[in-house]
């Protein structure tokens, strides 16, 4: 739902900007409420916006006044003619210094953007050592100030001269992971609105642009009627009339386009509240018994096949899996540290087969499809490996099926297999497991 939103959100706004009008008030992430005419659609005009619907009124306003204005000749309109072409000059002068303005603050809004993401990298990079730090602190380590009374810099170890200061009581790692949080927060809404300023001085530009061109047009046009005989028809109103009129429509179609796909994102809004309150229901819930049962389950063939593979880096009764995230922990944490290589090859073992034969007892969504690639890593011993495979034919022989590719030997490898209900296909190293089928 959230991808489709976005999606939806994504072609309203391409579209405005190809029309040069500015998309407000549409969020970017699904949310409860959303209104069909929450909307806020603006053009600009020169140095200011409008509405769209203003915009609308006043092309239509113009062309209705324009509607019975006869084609006279160029004799009868020299004098309207060259008021006109005084005015188009003015107005071509004050659009160009509008998109220089325009385009300047496009360049300074840019530069202020690449600062502040320097500055965001920055309080990242020191987010993470902070954290690094935290986390140290939680599995042990001493973490003592080295700030004291002795003047002394606690970067540089130099002597501090007289008007500096240092705490006593400096920060903590988890205050400073409050704090530069914070800043973080700050500096990305500070780089989001650079970003939506950036965007809208980007469409006045466009627009001051296409004004400016118009403007030049029109002073051709202008120019070329007051040079031709005085009996030829002028044609400029006309033209005028042509390019308010594409205009015109152009913003009725992309108002009526926004229109509909708010009318679905209203539609969407709907169902993801109701999504969010029986999200919100079911958060409340306990698990139910069976939900216990699989977890405890789980963990008991996870540690059973511990035990069966040799693993030895901590006691494998200790391990634990987790009820929040199903990982296997130990001591609160995600099983990993301290296990040395090969044991944490037997850890993926014994968790693939864990969650293959919980999906089997408990009749799950489980496809009962394994497929190790070259399993014996790390130079597991063989005794482990020969119980990998055990396991697996015992797992087979129920309902699964499960596929190992190796370049083990095949001499040792039919020994270790030798009673156990299996299918060895023997292949050449030079050749390819996956091959296109032959035609026909």
Not at 161 to 170: A, N, W
Not at 411 to 425: D, F, N, S
């Amino acid at each position: 739902m959230e991808r489709e939103w976005k999606e939806v959100v994504s072609r309203l706004h391409t579209s405005t900007e190809l029309a040069n009008v500015r998309l407000r008030g549409v969020p970017e992430k699904p949310i409860d409420g959303v209104s069909p005419d929450q909307a806020d659609l603006i053009v600009p005009n020169g140095d200011d916006w409008f509405s769209i619907q203003a915009e609308i009124d006043r092309i239509r306003d113009s062309l209705a006044e324009s509607e019975y204005i006869d084609v006279r000749t160029v004799g009868e309109t020299a004098a309207d003619l060259e008021e006109r072409l005084s005015k188009a000059q003015t107005d071509l002068a004050t659009t160009q210094a509008l998109l220089s303005n325009t385009l300047a603050e496009v360049r300074e809004t840019r530069a202020r953007q690449v600062s502040l993401q320097r500055r965001i990298t920055a309080l990242e990079e020191d987010l993470q050592r902070h954290k690094d730090a935290a986390l140290l602190r939680q599995l042990g380590s001493v973490h003592t100030s080295i700030l004291n009374d002795s003047a002394i810099c606690p970067t540089c170890q130099q002597q501090l001269v007289d008007g500096f200061e240092i705490t006593d009581h400096p920060m903590t790692a988890e205050e400073s992971i409050a704090h530069i949080q914070q800043e973080l927060r700050t500096f990305k809404a500070m780089e989001n609105d650079l970003f939506r300023h950036e965007s809208a001085e980007q469409i006045k530009s466009r627009r001051l642009r296409e004004d400016t061109a118009q403007l030049r047009r029109q002073i051709r046009s202008i120019k070329d009627a007051l040079t031709s005989p005085s009996a030829t028809p002028s044609v400029d109103r006309l033209t005028e009339r042509l390019k308010e009129q594409e205009r015109l429509e152009a913003l009725i179609r992309i108002r009526d386009e926004v229109d509909s796909h708010m009318a679905d994102l209203a539609n969407r809004s709907i169902a993801w509240g109701n999504n969010q309150e029986a999200l919100r229901a079911l958060s409340g819930s306990q698990r139910t018994p069976q939900d216990s049962q699989k977890i405890q389950y789980l963990r008991r063939v996870f540690v059973d096949q511990l035990r069966a593979y040799h693993f030895g880096s901590i006691e494998p009764a200790h391990v634990e899996v987790s009820e929040e995230t199903y990982r296997p922990t130990y001591e609160g944490f995600d099983l990993g540290f301290d296990l040395s290589a090969s044991d944490m090859i037997r850890v993926i073992w014994a968790y693939l087969l864990g969650f293959l034969e919980t999906g089997m007892a408990f009749n799950s969504n489980h496809p009962y499809l394994l497929m190790f690639d070259e399993p014996r890593q790390q130079e597991t011993k063989e005794m482990s490996f020969q119980a990998l495979l055990a396991r697996a034919a015992a797992d087979g022989a129920e309902g699964a099926q499960i596929i190992f590719a190796t370049s083990w030997p095949e001499v040792p490898l039919e020994k270790m297999l030798a009673g156990l209900p299996h299918h060895l296909i023997s292949e050449r190293p030079d050749t390819k497991i996956l091959r296109a089928l032959a035609s026909g």
